[in-house]
Nanobody, 129 residues
Framework: QVQLVETGGGLVQAGDSLRLSCAAS????????MGWFRQHQGKEREFLAA????????VYGDSMKGRFTIARDNAKNTVYLQMNSLKPEDTAVYYC??????????????????????WGKGTLVTVSS
């Protein structure tokens, strides 16, 4: 059974940084594209970032504007999202995602278009002004 467990969320102030982690189990982590999404209350889930099998390729959502960085550690079966210069509008539930498929840009683009095979349960990030 595949499990994706996000940690690292919480309450921070505007301008702070936060790193989210997602520990994966039940899958061969190193041959899955991994990614992050978020969902603001009452809105649709929004793509943030995706990373290829060994981290050589990444793709980001348009709203990130260089503030967020995705990374992975295959030895730890973990994917990270480093978030800097946080703003109140970053307040949302953040979800980890996994996608089966070849290690190609097409798989990254599929995830960007909400093509996801596995979801975590999410972690809440609240940014106060």
């Amino acid at each position: 059974q595949v499990q994706l467990v996000e940690t690292g969320g919480g309450l921070v102030q505007a301008g702070d940084s936060l790193r989210l982690s997602c520990a994966a189990s039940g899958l061969t982590f190193s041959n899955h594209v991994m990614g992050w999404f978020r969902q603001h209350q009452g809105k649709e889930r929004e793509f943030l970032a995706a990373i290829s099998w060994r981290g050589g390729s990444t793709v980001y959502g348009d709203s990130m504007k260089g503030r967020f960085t995705i990374a992975r550690d295959n030895a730890k079966n973990t994917v990270y999202l480093q978030m800097n210069s946080l703003k109140p509008e970053d307040t949302a539930v953040y979800y980890c995602a996994g996608k089966k498929g070849p290690n190609t840009d097409d798989t990254l683009r599929t995830m960007r278009n909400n093509g996801v095979d596995y979801w975590g349960k999410g972690t809440l990030v609240t940014v106060s002004s």
